[in-house]
């Protein structure tokens, strides 16, 4: 029954799901970390442990059915000479709904700030809970699927969702504190959700794009970003370096 904990083809099959859950959680932790950030101080880190909870839980029941996973694949109906799945319809709506979040969200960045200073703040934190619970299911079942794919052991596919998700956990809070700081990271980041949001209508439509160019322009881009950053900072102390010179002369 246990023979499979000594296989190496069982490990390297974790630690490669572990990987690849840890990349198609990326978006997840995007949002997560956008929308805590529409709270008060106080409640956005309880927000980022119950969503993702909520994204671990959602993951572990799509798991345990598998059987009616595996049943989302099969055509429900045609559009335009397009298979439509449940999968397919899932992905749509999921698609659908981040776009308009995501463009929504950008909006309100762009806002002028209240005649009190601060930015306006409309979320609860029951309405944030709901929104991120919508997205980890649309994340979770895209997830799961990749799972079925690569592994046949539901203990390995279970421990490496498990440990995907608290590895998420840890950098979910490091990852939200440095997009709130910087505006322009979080714009960046908005701009990541509009583009998946596309990917996932276009892979509800039957046209396939690899999510590798994907995740890579995101990189490159927050790496330039980076550096960008870096490089204003490094002016601003020149500049505050020379006005102290000044000063003091």
């Given at each position: 029954?246990?023979?499979?904990?000594?296989?190496?083809?069982?490990?390297?099959?974790?630690?490669?799901?572990?990987?690849?859950?840890?990349?198609?959680?990326?978006?997840?932790?995007?949002?997560?970390?956008?929308?805590?950030?529409?709270?008060?101080?106080?409640?956005?880190?309880?927000?980022?442990?119950?969503?993702?909870?909520?994204?671990?839980?959602?993951?572990?029941?799509?798991?345990?059915?598998?059987?009616?996973?595996?049943?989302?694949?099969?055509p429900?109906?045609?559009?335009?000479?397009?298979d439509?799945?449940?999968?397919?319809?899932?992905?749509?709506?999921?698609?659908?709904?981040?776009?308009?979040?995501?463009?929504?969200?950008?909006?309100?960045?762009?806002?002028?700030?209240?005649?009190?200073?601060?930015?306006?703040?409309?979320?609860?934190?029951?309405?944030?809970?709901?929104?991120?619970?919508?997205?980890?299911?649309?994340?979770?079942?895209?997830?799961?699927?990749?799972?079925?794919?690569?592994?046949d052991?539901?203990?390995?596919?279970?421990?490496?969702?498990?440990?995907?998700?608290?590895?998420?956990?840890?950098?979910?809070g490091?990852?939200?504190?440095?997009?709130?700081?910087?505006?322009?990271?979080?714009?960046?980041?908005l701009?990541?959700?509009?583009?998946?949001?596309?990917?996932?209508?276009?892979?509800?439509?039957?046209?396939?794009?690899?999510?590798?160019?994907?995740?890579?322009?995101?990189?490159?881009?927050?790496?330039?970003?980076?550096?960008?950053i870096?490089?204003?900072?490094r002016?601003?102390?020149?500049?505050?370096?020379?006005?102290?010179?000044?000063?003091?002369?």
């Open positions: 029954m246990w023979d499979w904990v000594s296989s190496p083809e069982i490990w390297i099959g974790f630690f490669t799901l572990v990987a690849l859950e840890i990349v198609l959680g990326i978006d997840n932790i995007i949002f997560i970390s956008i929308l805590a950030g529409k709270l008060p101080e106080h409640q956005r880190d309880r927000a980022r442990v119950l969503g993702l909870a909520a994204a671990l839980i959602s993951r572990l029941l799509l798991l345990f059915a598998l059987s009616w996973v595996v049943r989302l694949t099969e429900l109906f045609n559009v335009f000479g397009h439509i799945s449940g999968r397919d319809l899932i992905l749509i709506l999921g698609g659908l709904f981040l776009l308009a979040k995501s463009v929504t969200e950008i909006g309100h960045s762009m806002e002028l700030k209240g005649e009190d200073g601060k930015q306006r703040k409309v979320a609860s934190f029951a309405s944030v809970i709901i929104q991120i619970m919508i997205l980890d299911i649309v994340f979770s079942l895209d997830s799961v699927i990749t799972a079925v794919g690569m592994v052991e539901l203990g390995v596919m279970v421990a490496a969702v498990i440990v995907s998700v608290l590895v998420m956990l840890f950098a979910s490091p990852i939200s504190r440095f997009v709130d700081k910087h505006p322009s990271i979080k714009m960046l980041a701009s990541f959700l509009v583009l998946i949001g596309v990917v996932l209508l276009a892979e509800g439509f039957g046209q396939h794009i690899s999510k590798g160019y994907i995740y890579f322009a995101m990189a490159f881009s927050v790496i330039v970003e980076l550096l960008n870096r490089m204003r900072s002016h601003a102390k020149q500049s505050d370096q020379e006005k102290a010179q000044g000063t003091s002369s």
